[in-house]
């Protein structure tokens, strides 16, 4: 397949003047609405009491949340461009297919960092550290003097952080990190991670057509398949096992039920052939899982 150059991209298509909804057309919002559930998650089981002025405090948290997630997925869109011209699946969906540049996308990239930081800023000192370090694993993992994203395991290791870093977000803004935020947190990390793992296994070919050299890449598909069951696996026993100790809301034990379920699905996936396709469905039947469970556990400490 031959590589389409960005320059050549955006002379072959007409510039119609810069507008918020170009803009904003270009931020994947199903993409960064899935990803506020962590931090709302830590908010609501460290709050204790809920008033009128810690729900001011949750919407300046989860505000400063959507646009850090929406600045981290056009960050990864702004360096990865080439990349993304280059694979049939995504080059029609690009900002460049839209008519912008690099620098646009750049500039909506650092506004959206900068309103997130500002509001993190009026939350807290711990919840502002928290949003920065955060942004600087995107950075190592997207920008293209690191570009971690193409070093195997590395990669693994950001969104590990990553997961565990979104849920204390909001875990940090009403509450000192004790052992039961870190505990629970690596429950957000290890789903982070394996999802991740399962992604790689779906994107394998463009990735290797733009020698990207991911976890899947560079061991296989089946083996990053599999890697990606077996933190799904211990996620779920972790859930479990939190739920046991009393550090999350017993009614959790529930989500015992779910496994056999995403198991079922993964091995369809298998059975499949791990194509695009038949990854892009296990990957909405997961999510549905994980949202029920996010589901439970917001409804349960709610109601304690």
């Not at 990803?35 to 460290?46: N, Y």
């Not at 993190?120 to 502002?128: A, D, I, M």
């Amino acid at each position: 397949m031959t590589r389409i150059p960005i320059e050549t991209a955006f002379a072959t298509r007409p510039r119609p003047g810069l507008s918020a909804y170009r803009l904003l057309s270009c931020v994947r919002f199903d993409e960064v609405l899935a990803l506020q559930g962590a931090p709302l998650l830590g908010a609501i089981l460290s709050i204790g009491t809920l008033t009128s002025g810690n729900l001011l405090e949750i919407a300046a948290l989860m505000s400063g949340n959507f646009c850090l997630v929406a600045h981290v997925f056009v960050f990864n869109d702004w360096s990865g461009i080439d990349g993304d011209l280059n694979n049939p699946r995504r080059a029609s969906g690009t900002f460049a297919a839209r008519g912008l540049t690099r620098t646009e996308i750049g500039c909506l990239a650092l506004s959206l960092l900068a309103l997130s930081l500002l509001l993190f800023g009026l939350v807290g000192q711990n919840t502002l550290l928290l949003g920065l370090a955060i942004a600087g694993l995107s950075a190592l993992y997207s920008a293209p003097p690191v570009h971690l994203k193409g070093a195997p395991l590395f990669s693994s290791a950001l969104h590990l952080a990553g997961g565990a870093l979104h849920f204390l977000l909001g875990y940090a803004t009403f509450t000192a990190i004790d052992a039961r935020g870190l505990a629970i947190s690596c429950f957000f990390g290890l789903v982070f991670t394996a999802g991740h793992f399962t992604h790689e296994t779906r994107d394998h070919e463009s990735d290797d057509l733009n020698g990207i050299r991911t976890n899947a890449v560079a061991f296989g598909k089946r083996q990053s398949f599999f890697a990606g069951l077996a933190l799904f696996t211990v996620a779920y026993a972790l859930l479990v096992a939190l739920a046991l100790l009393g550090l999350v809301p017993l009614v959790l034990v529930l989500a015992a039920a779910l496994y056999p379920l995403h198991v079922l699905a993964s091995l369809r996936a298998l059975r499949e052939g791990l194509t695009y396709e038949s990854l892009i469905r296990l990957q909405g039947q997961y999510r549905a899982f994980f949202a029920i469970i996010g589901l439970l556990m917001l409804a349960a400490a709610l109601l304690a």
